[in-house]
Each structure stands twice: as C-alpha cells, then as structure tokens.
C-alpha cells in the first residue's frame, strides 16, 4: 500500500476511521462466510469508513461555485444594468466571502483531503470487489435498506466494473 494512503480518516467512537489493512481484513471476514449479513455488514462498513473520511472531495467543488458566483457579481456590477448594482455587490461580497473562508479552511488541509479521498477511492474499490465475491456465491438476497441502497448507489456511481451489483436492488 502506497504511504500516501496509510491513515484512519477521522471519527471517534464506532465511527473511528480504520486504516485499509483492517478494513480489507474485515471484507475478507465478511466474504468467509458468503450470506445476506455479510452483504449487509460490508455495505455497512464502506459506508461507516466513507463517512470517517468526511468525503472532503465536494469542499474544491464548494470553493470554485462560490468563486464563479464571486466573479460573475462584480462583472454584474461593473458591465450589467444600474438597477442590478446592489443586488450583484451583495452577491459578490457574500461569494467571495465564502470562497474565502473555503480558501482559507482547505489550503491548509489539502495533504490530508487528498489523503483522504484516495483511501474512499480504495475503499469503494474494496468494497466493490468483496460485493463481487460474495455475489458469485449466489446467497439469498433480501430486501436492503435505504441506506444500503444508497451505498450501493454510491457505488454504481463511482465504480465502472460495479454493475454486477444492480442486482442488490
């Protein structure tokens, strides 16, 4: 495992982050003993350790939007209809104040969000693979439940050899 990704994420009580070596050994607990509950309980345990991590991949997002709207106020401002100059002076002020503290809040952190959003890559993919496994066993699925077919949207979304997974929902 590349040192870049070693680390527990963040969380405290049950929610504490594992580091990637325990969470592969519990996938392969869980694909021991092919059944709806370890289906169950590594959707579950991807889901606990994404939301360790925080899932800080959106915050750069967050940052350029409020940038963008930040921008496109001051050239409101400058270039638009005179009615429009207040309205686009707030807007301008309240974005750019808020790309700010977004700056000033995600610069200082990026080593561990990169971090942090590649142990969710590896997570996801871990994930994905036990599902394969204990899919290929063939066990009698039940009904999941919301929040397990969230992850396994989640899932779909971010993984393309996940399709095999369509038929947990």
């Not at 963040?10 to 504490?16: I, M, P, R």
């Not at 059944?35 to 991590?53: G, K, P, Y």
């Not at 050239?75 to 700010?100: Q, S, Y």
């Not at 699925?141 to 989640?154: A, D, H, N, R, S």
Request: hydrophobic share 40%.
């Amino acid at each position: 495992m590349k040192p870049e990704v070693e680390g527990r994420g963040g969380g405290y009580g049950k929610f504490q982050g594992l580091n990637l070596a325990e969470i592969q050994g519990l996938f392969d607990k869980c694909v021991d003993d092919p059944s709806m509950r370890s289906i169950s309980a590594v959707l579950r345990i991807t889901r606990e350790q994404l939301d360790a991590r925080g899932q800080l991949g959106i915050y750069p997002v967050f940052s350029w939007i409020a940038g963008s709207a930040s921008i496109l106020g001051l050239a409101v401002r400058l270039v638009g209809p005179p009615n429009f100059a207040e309205i686009a002076t707030k807007t301008a002020l309240g974005a750019g104040t808020v790309f700010l503290l977004l700056l000033a809040s995600t610069v200082p952190s990026r080593h561990s969000r990169r971090t942090n959003v590649e142990q969710e890559k590896l997570i996801r993919k871990m994930a994905v693979d036990a599902l394969q496994k204990l899919l290929e066993s063939q066990p009698t699925l039940k009904p999941l439940t919301f929040e397990q077919e969230v992850t396994v949207k989640i899932l779909l979304k971010t993984s393309p050899t996940a399709e095999s997974l369509r038929t947990l929902l």
